[in-house]
């Protein structure tokens, strides 16, 4: 059965998990596997593989850009997850490359702050609600999505009305297609986020695409409060330091702020996110994510996360559709167990 809250991620490094990026909940083994062009993750102990979702980033860690999708995931027993991921060059070829996968699976509100998710499975239906099973909302509403045009949906979050989150978004299949955050607004009585996705040649298309979106709170935050993290949206994709806007940062391991870094001089789209931690509190693991804020076809990859004293940071890269690296808008999430 699902449970209050289950969590599990991974990251990869050369082929293998990395086991320096590895949680699970239910404290079982996460495993790796193969065949073809397409991973296996299999989470044990994380329950039927309903109320959930599933995230997923690629990750450059040999200096090639590319990009993955979330190829399903599901229980074949009701007690264990496994989760399929395929990636693909710049080109739209399937490829084995590095990724991180987060999922998620809950019945009930987070301790703090609120969550919500999605799988959006009729690209081409002009207005629905998605499945159950695969729909959550932790104001206990239900999340809807509308086909605005080709390739842009806009999936409304009732009852998310404050200023500020964290949206993540991760195209769904096994074709080459990749989906980010157009933008992202509030109301009175919910949140709306504006995907846009996009095919191998970088051309809008209908596609099936799976989000998060957290406020107030991290993706790992269970019933009790046991979970830090943090996110900000980086805004201002050609400043060398600044700080993102405030209402639009989260973060539990420090009173923050995130800082947000571009490097690289002439070269485009290097960048780091960093989080003060100014206790030097000791993490078991840190998973961090990004996903492209913008409307051409961007994308961003994790790029390596580095532990100092007194601060951590995520580095990453961000490309446009032809797989050249550019400067965009970028949000950047952290989850933490220690």
Known sequence: MAQAASIGYVETLGGAISAAVSYNSARGTNSLASSGNTYEVTLPGLGNGLHSNVQVNAVNNDGRGHYCTSDGWSSSNGVDVTADVTCFDASGNPILEDFS??????????????IAFLWANQPTTSSYTPATQYNFNSTGQRNTVNRDNTGVYLAFLPGMTATGGNP??????????RCEVAD?????VGTTVSVFCVNSAGVAADELFSLSY??????????????????????????????????????????GPLTAQR???????????????????????ILGMVTANGSSGEYCNPAGLNVLSGEFYLDLICYDSAGRQLDTKYIGTFITTH
């Open 101 to 114: 996968l987060l999922y998620q699976a809950r019945t009930k509100a987070p301790a703090t702050g609120a």
């Open 168 to 177: 993540q978004v991760t195209a769904y299949g096994d074709s080459a297609a």
């Open 184 to 188: 992202w607004f509030h109301n009175r």
């Open 214 to 255: 957290t406020i107030g709170t991290n993706e790992a935050a269970g019933p009790a409060a046991t979970s830090l993290g943090a996110y900000a949206w980086a805004n201002n994709p050609t400043r060398r330091n600044y700080v993102p806007r405030l209402p639009f940062q989260f973060d539990t391991v420090s009173s």
């Open 263 to 285: 490097f690289g001089g002439l070269v485009q789209g290097q960048y780091s996110l960093t989080v003060p931690n100014p206790n030097n509190i000791p993490f078991a693991t």
